[in-house]
């Protein structure tokens, strides 16, 4: 997260994509650096899916994901 | 070693929240950094969003850090934010 | 910790140590030795490893050698430096340190080493602090992350460490978890803690804090009603006037520009208490605060009475301290105004110069409701020093002659459609501008100027603020 925050103090948007591990830790994370950086969560697991399961997990996230880099939101 | 300070509020609010950096709309036309963490299988993940924004009108840049156990250095940070207008970071698990 | 019997604590920069070092081998098979900066010294015979200091500050050392009789855990005796007949004494064996000269003096401890001292000062508070820890982006610029999240008051902060607020907490013998006040408008308790980290970012110094602890807990009473103070949409914030000996050992100005800028501890108090509205309260303007103008004192206003050079007592002895106590007052404070006055060589001259300026805060038709602080120049004070007016001589005619005619002050009168309700202002009759109690005379300001100055105040009554003075404890 610390990337998130150092690229969009230099006014880029940015979001960062983790699985659904790591919810808990992202808003933690998020609390500590006083920052609320765009974040989007796909299916855990991840290492031992086909590639094919991965490119559909990518299918899935992709208009959150643009919505993301975007649009202006509070989430 | 990042910089920390301790809290003068309340605490009581979320809400000493820094602002986002400001999204500036429609993905066609835009340059999209997309940085690769390098964990296992991210790669195929990353390829995959890569094909999908190229079919919405996007340029697509690809770039990894050296590993995910670290922020990326900052010559990387300063080559993307300087060439991109925006950037996706995936995929950690 | 230490073993009974005989103990010796050195370090290897000290050159009275490295001449001593034969006599340690010596008298090695009855010493314990400990060394405050390398293990390996005394060559040859080694020491037990105390850079850290937990031994020699258990011990008390400030001087090395030292050497110490140990019983029963308890140091009973100890001797310092080196001096031959006295450690022969001590341990009971002759001819100690053949060939070296009949004693030397001991160089200090790095127990007072300064950076040693601050170490340990901020190790052992830290632990007690309990505010959220903000971790900032590596490429973020500490100043642009405080005003990002809202902390500023508009000007620069200084970034509150953890090892600064540590420092800050050292000002005071509080806890810091100790709650101070509960803070409008949010209604938050604020411990020491809290306010240390306001009073880091202001740029005080630890040796402030007392100052602004008692500042906040009287900003916070009932009576002063910050928070109403906060939400008003008059010109006021809080003025803190410091009176006593910590005025002098915190080096606070009273005198020339003694309400303008280039003081430290003038400037960061005021300021403190601010951000602790502010950060802690939640008061921000737009918010709770509705301030139609404010004033340049909303970010800092805080000064020290001139007592040395005053005719009179001091504001906190007027209000009922005693005499050489420290206290704080706290006045609902809008901007400063002149009056000049460099004719008036008689008291009762003068006093009507202040009158008829003092007619005009709020309002000339305004009566009862409104305070005012006086604070009358040294020049000025000569002249009712000279006369022999002590205070409250000047109070009774300033009383008389603020006795208003209800047939001017009515509403409508003058064409002025503002002013006092008719049925309080019966015909031929006078009413006081101030309440009892609402005006403050106070004494400060450089030595050449014949003005004395007029700060109005806020509403008083149950709506609006009453000073407050209040001792201030270290």
């Given at each position: 997260?610390?990337?998130?925050?150092?690229?969009?103090?230099a006014?880029?948007?940015?979001?960062?994509?983790?699985?659904?591990?790591?919810?808990?830790?992202?808003?933690?994370?998020?609390?500590?650096?006083?920052?609320?950086?765009?974040?989007?969560?796909?299916?855990?697991?991840?290492?031992?899916?086909?590639?094919?399961?991965?490119r559909?997990?990518a299918?899935?996230?992709?208009?959150?994901i643009?919505?993301?880099?975007?649009?202006?939101?509070?989430? | 070693?990042?910089?920390?300070?301790?809290?003068?509020?309340?605490?009581?609010?979320?809400?000493?929240?820094?602002?986002?950096?400001?999204?500036?709309?429609?993905?066609?036309?835009?340059?999209?950094?997309?940085?690769?963490?390098?964990?296992?299988?991210?790669?195929v993940?990353?390829?995959?969003?890569?094909?999908?924004?190229?079919?919405?009108?996007?340029d697509?840049?690809?770039?990894?850090?050296?590993?995910?156990?670290?922020?990326?250095?900052?010559?990387l940070?300063?080559?993307?934010?300087?060439t991109?207008?925006?950037?996706?970071?995936?995929?950690?698990d | 910790?230490?073993?009974?019997?005989?103990?010796?604590?050195?370090?290897?920069?000290?050159?009275?140590?490295?001449?001593?070092?034969?006599?340690?081998a010596?008298?090695?098979?009855?010493?314990?030795?400990?060394?405050?900066?390398?293990?390996?010294?005394?060559?040859?015979?080694?020491?037990?490893?105390?850079?850290?200091?937990?031994?020699?500050?258990?011990?008390?050392?400030?001087?090395?050698?030292?050497?110490?009789?140990?019983?029963?855990?308890?140091?009973?005796?100890?001797?310092?430096?080196?001096?031959?007949?006295?450690?022969?004494?001590?341990?009971?064996?002759?001819?100690?340190?053949?060939?070296?000269?009949?004693?030397?003096?001991?160089?200090?401890?790095r127990?007072?080493?300064?950076?040693?001292?601050?170490?340990?000062?901020v190790?052992?508070?830290?632990?007690?602090?309990?505010?959220?820890?903000?971790?900032?982006?590596?490429?973020?610029?500490?100043?642009?992350?405080?005003?990002?999240?809202?902390?500023?008051?508009?000007?620069?902060?200084?970034?509150?460490?953890?090892?600064?607020?540590?420092?800050?907490?050292?000002?005071?013998?509080?806890?810091?978890?100790?709650?101070?006040?509960?803070?409008?408008?949010?209604?938050?308790?604020?411990?020491?803690?809290?306010?240390?980290?306001?009073?880091?970012?202001?740029?005080?110094?630890?040796?402030?804090?007392?100052?602004?602890?008692?500042?906040?807990?009287?900003?916070?009473?009932?009576?002063?009603?910050?928070?109403?103070?906060?939400?008003?949409?008059?010109?006021?914030?809080?003025?803190?006037?410091?009176?006593?000996?910590v005025?002098?050992?915190?080096?606070?100005?009273?005198?020339v520009?003694?309400?303008?800028?280039?003081?430290?501890?003038?400037?960061?108090?005021?300021?403190?208490?601010?951000?602790?509205?502010?950060?802690?309260?939640?008061?921000?303007?737009?918010?709770?605060?509705?301030?139609?103008?404010?004033?340049?004192?909303?970010?800092?206003?805080?000064?020290?009475?001139?007592?040395?050079?005053?005719?009179?007592?001091?504001?906190?002895?007027?209000?009922?301290?005693?005499?050489?106590?420290?206290?704080?007052?706290?006045?609902?404070?809008?901007?400063?105004?002149?009056?000049?006055d460099?004719?008036?060589?008689?008291?009762e001259?003068?006093?009507?110069?202040?009158?008829?300026?003092?007619?005009?805060?709020?309002?000339?038709?305004?009566?009862?409701?409104?305070?005012a602080?006086?604070?009358?120049?040294?020049?000025?004070?000569?002249?009712?020093?000279?006369?022999?007016?002590?205070?409250?001589?000047?109070?009774?005619?300033?009383?008389?002659?603020?006795?208003?005619?209800?047939?001017?002050i009515?509403?409508?009168?003058?064409?002025?459609?503002?002013?006092?309700?008719?049925?309080l202002?019966?015909?031929?009759?006078?009413?006081?501008k101030?309440?009892?109690?609402?005006?403050?005379?106070?004494?400060?300001?450089?030595?050449?100027?014949?003005?004395?100055?007029?700060?109005?105040?806020?509403?008083?009554?149950?709506?609006?603020?009453?000073?407050?003075?209040?001792?201030v404890?270290?």
């Amino acid at each position: 997260m610390h990337d998130t925050v150092n690229v969009e103090a230099a006014g880029v948007p940015m979001v960062f994509v983790a699985s659904a591990e790591f919810v808990d830790a992202a808003d933690a994370q998020a609390r500590a650096l006083g920052a609320d950086p765009a974040r989007v969560f796909v299916p855990h697991p991840i290492q031992d899916r086909t590639d094919d399961e991965l490119r559909a997990l990518a299918d899935a996230a992709i208009d959150a994901i643009v919505s993301a880099i975007t649009s202006q939101s509070d989430n | 070693m990042s910089k920390r300070l301790l809290d003068p509020t309340s605490e009581r609010q979320a809400g000493t929240a820094r602002e986002r950096a400001k999204r500036r709309g429609a993905l066609g036309g835009k340059h999209v950094a997309l940085l690769d963490i390098s964990k296992p299988r991210g790669s195929v993940f990353l390829d995959r969003v890569e094909e999908l924004l190229r079919a919405r009108g996007a340029d697509v840049s690809r770039f990894s850090k050296p590993t995910f156990t670290k922020p990326a250095p900052v010559d990387l940070r300063h080559e993307i934010t300087s060439t991109c207008d925006v950037v996706i970071e995936a995929l950690a698990d | 910790m230490v073993p009974d019997g005989l103990v010796a604590v050195v370090k290897r920069g000290c050159p009275t140590c490295e001449l001593v070092a034969p006599v340690l081998a010596q008298l090695h098979d009855q010493l314990t030795i400990y060394s405050q900066d390398d293990p390996t010294f005394p060559d040859g015979i080694g020491a037990h490893d105390d850079t850290a200091l937990d031994v020699s500050f258990a011990l008390d050392i400030d001087t090395v050698p030292t050497l110490l009789r140990v019983q029963d855990g308890h140091v009973v005796d100890r001797v310092v430096g080196w001096e031959r007949a006295g450690w022969e004494k001590f341990t009971g064996v002759d001819d100690l340190g053949a060939g070296l000269p009949d004693w030397r003096p001991g160089c200090g401890s790095r127990t007072h080493d300064p950076d040693v001292v601050d170490a340990r000062l901020v190790a052992s508070i830290m632990p007690h602090l309990h505010a959220r820890l903000v971790e900032l982006g590596d490429a973020e610029d500490e100043s642009e992350a405080m005003y990002a999240r809202g902390w500023s008051d508009g000007l620069p902060l200084v970034p509150p460490t953890p090892a600064r607020v540590a420092r800050m907490c050292a000002g005071t013998s509080r806890d810091p978890s100790e709650v101070v006040a509960v803070v409008p408008p949010d209604l938050v308790e604020c411990t020491v803690e809290k306010v240390a980290i306001n009073a880091v970012m202001a740029g005080c110094l630890p040796d402030y804090l007392p100052v602004v602890l008692t500042a906040l807990e009287a900003a916070c009473t009932d009576a002063f009603n910050m928070h109403g103070l906060l939400a008003t949409t008059w010109l006021s914030g809080p003025l803190v006037v410091v009176n006593g000996p910590v005025t002098r050992t915190i080096g606070m100005n009273s005198g020339v520009n003694a309400l303008g800028q280039g003081n430290r501890a003038n400037a960061t108090i005021g300021r403190a208490l601010q951000l602790v509205i502010r950060n802690v309260g939640g008061g921000r303007p737009g918010e709770v605060d509705r301030a139609t103008f404010g004033n340049p004192g909303k970010y800092t206003f805080c000064f020290a009475e001139d007592e040395a050079g005053s005719p009179w007592e001091s504001l906190a002895v007027e209000r009922g301290l005693p005499e050489g106590a420290s206290a704080v007052t706290l006045f609902a404070a809008e901007g400063v105004r002149g009056v000049v006055d460099q004719l008036s060589r008689e008291p009762e001259s003068l006093a009507r110069s202040y009158a008829a300026c003092l007619r005009t805060v709020a309002h000339p038709k305004n009566i009862f409701v409104w305070d005012a602080m006086l604070i009358v120049s040294p020049e000025h004070g000569r002249v009712f020093r000279d006369a022999g007016w002590t205070k409250s001589r000047l109070r009774q005619e300033l009383d008389a002659l603020l006795q208003l005619p209800a047939d001017e002050i009515v509403r409508g009168a003058g064409g002025i459609a503002e002013g006092m309700p008719e049925a309080l202002c019966q015909p031929g009759t006078t009413l006081p501008k101030f309440r009892p109690g609402g005006l403050l005379i106070t004494h400060a300001g450089g030595s050449a100027g014949l003005f004395s100055a007029i700060i109005g105040g806020w509403a008083s009554g149950a709506v609006g603020s009453e000073p407050v003075t209040r001792e201030v404890r270290t």
